[in-house]
């Protein structure tokens, strides 16, 4: 197995200002590719201490990522930590400064004299090309490592991992199968529930099974050697049984995309109507090409759950939608939900601990509750069953 790992630089990743994206994508990405990471570090913008974590890791790591630092500023220290952690000098590479120079001009401008320092890499580096910004890339040996070094920019440095280094990784070492990890996600479940009814599950060798708590969900996890895929399919079934009525979708999805290729498959279209959620229903579904008729976001009032549900039906009347999903009421009281068809309405009435949990994700709480219950009814299942830790203080059907 090969040890590759990943170091993200810079003071404000260091210091948490910025949400260190490239990590996330980079580690699920390379998952995939059967080339999960062994370790992740981050360092701020000091020479000395990029220049000791470059040392170190170097004797450990068979591959090392280094993202970030190779901006023009002078706080961009990448390029110079591997020069001097090699022993060597800065060269200029100059066809890459001739290609800066081109990117500039085709955009009208003039390049900043700032800008050269992008085109500088250690003297016995490897260029890699950056194909849509104007950092390069370079990798260099360091005792028994081969380090890639990337630039932030999130756009630059996938382009860069898929087109550049991958293919490298690719032709220089034996690299195995990708691993097989099946997921499902659940919601309404607290996780110490899920693991203690999961606990009796004999796994083979190599298999894990993993939990990933992500408020207002639970996703269950069970990876292992692609050599297992048969044991692993068999076990499948059980873990599926044990999530039950709170499985909500299986695999990476996401409920919104598989809601809205439902509702697409099903030709019906959809009206929203938000209090509490403020709008959170409507972006969500869109952003997932739901085909949504109308949407509104009006402020919260207290109303009875046969009012929101006379408001579910007569929105989807007077849009003329195939259904209309409705999120009212005020949230230190009661909140009501209503998804009206034509096959009749359906209305819940929650009551939620106000004092647990942030606003925000309290509201995607109720979004996700909106959503399971569309899921439901399009799926053929019971609309008003068992919510698990949401407490359901009142039901309606009409």
Request: hydrophobic share 45%; charged share 20%; glycine share 6%.
């Amino acid at each position: 197995m090969i040890n590759v790992e990943m170091l993200s630089t810079g003071d404000e990743v260091l210091y948490g200002q910025i949400v260190d994206t490239n990590a996330a994508w980079l580690a699920d990405f390379l998952f995939e590719q059967g080339l999960p990471l062994s370790r992740r570090n981050t360092v701020g913008d000091k020479l000395d201490d990029l220049v000791s974590i470059l040392r170190e890791r170097s004797t450990q790591a068979d591959v090392l990522i280094v993202n970030g630092g190779l901006g023009p500023t002078s706080d961009d220290l990448s390029a110079l930590a591997a020069a001097t952690a090699k022993g060597e000098s800065l060269v200029l590479h100059e066809p890459w400064l001739a290609q800066m120079e081109k990117f500039f001009k085709e955009r009208g401008r003039v390049m900043a004299p700032s800008n050269r320092k992008q085109a500088e890499i250690p003297a016995s580096a490897e260029f890699i090309d950056n194909p849509v910004g104007t950092a390069c890339g370079f990798a260099i040996k360091l005792n028994r490592c081969l380090i890639f070094f990337t630039p932030g920019v999130p756009s630059e440095f996938k382009v860069m991992v898929q087109q550049e280094i991958l293919p490298r990784l690719r032709a220089r070492f034996d690299i195995p199968e990708p691993p097989l990890c099946l997921r499902l996600t659940t919601f309404g479940r607290s996780e110490s529930d899920l693991a203690q009814s999961l606990d009796h599950l004999a796994l083979p060798a190599g298999v894990s099974m993993g939990y990933r708590s992500s408020m207002p969900i639970i996703e269950l996890k069970l990876t292992g050697p692609a050599s297992e895929r048969q044991a692993m399919e068999a076990l499948w079934p059980e873990v599926k049984k044990v999530a039950g009525d709170s499985l909500i979708f299986e695999g990476t999805e996401g409920l919104p995309k598989q809601l809205a290729r439902a509702l697409q498959d099903k030709q019906l279209s959809l009206t929203l109507s938000e209090q509490f959620t403020g709008g959170l229903l409507a972006l969500e579904l869109q952003r997932a090409g739901a085909p949504l008729l109308a949407s509104e976001v009006i402020p919260s009032q207290e109303e009875t759950l046969a009012q929101t549900a006379r408001w579910a039906e007569e929105r989807r009347e007077n849009h003329f939608a195939g259904v209309a999903l409705s999120v009212t009421g005020l949230e230190n009281e009661y909140l009501n939900f209503a998804l009206s068809t034509a096959e009749g309405t359906w209305a819940l009435r929650v009551k939620f601990n106000t004092t647990r949990h942030s606003l925000v994700v309290r509201q995607q709480v109720c979004a996700m509750m909106a959503m399971n219950m569309l899921r439901r009814w399009l799926n053929g299942m019971d609309v008003a069953s068992e919510h698990g830790w949401i407490e359901v203080v009142e039901t309606l059907k009409v």
